[in-house]
């Protein structure tokens, strides 16, 4: 059974950084891709960064490149949301995701609230 748990969120300044990290625990995560999604209120749950747990291959989406760096460390089966030059528009709920097979995300933490003020 695969367990996901993130931890890091809070309130922050615009310009701030805050790291996300998603403790993940299960058989193996050999194979699967790894992901950071956000909610803002009244929005839908959008894809921000996602990387291959065996090789480290990431991708992040055009509105954080630059500002936000995903990784993982294996040894620690730690996944990490580094993000930086945070403004308002980044304040929503984080979610980490474990896809065992691309595009799909089965299971899911329980989400981290990150509120970056003005």
């Known amino acids: 059974q695969v367990h996901l748990e993130e931890s890091g969120g809070g309130l922050v300044q615009a310009g701030g950084s805050l790291r996300l990290s998603c403790a993940a625990s299960?058989?193996?995560?050999?194979?699967?891709?790894m992901g950071w999604f956000r909610q803002a209120p009244g929005t839908e749950r959008e894809f921000v960064a996602g990387?291959?747990?065996?090789?480290?291959?990431?991708h992040v989406v055009e509105s954080v490149e630059g500002r936000f760096i995903i990784s993982r460390d294996r040894a620690k089966n730690t996944v990490y949301l580094q993000m930086n030059s945070l403004t308002p528009a980044d304040t929503a709920v984080y979610y980490c995701?474990?896809?065992?097979?691309?595009?799909?995300?089965?299971?899911w933490g329980q989400g981290t609230q990150v509120t970056v003020s003005s």
């Open positions: 995701a474990a896809a065992p097979v691309p595009s799909r995300c089965d299971y």
């Open positions: 299960g058989p193996t995560f050999s194979g699967y891709a």
């Open positions: 990387i291959s747990w065996s090789e480290g291959f990431t």
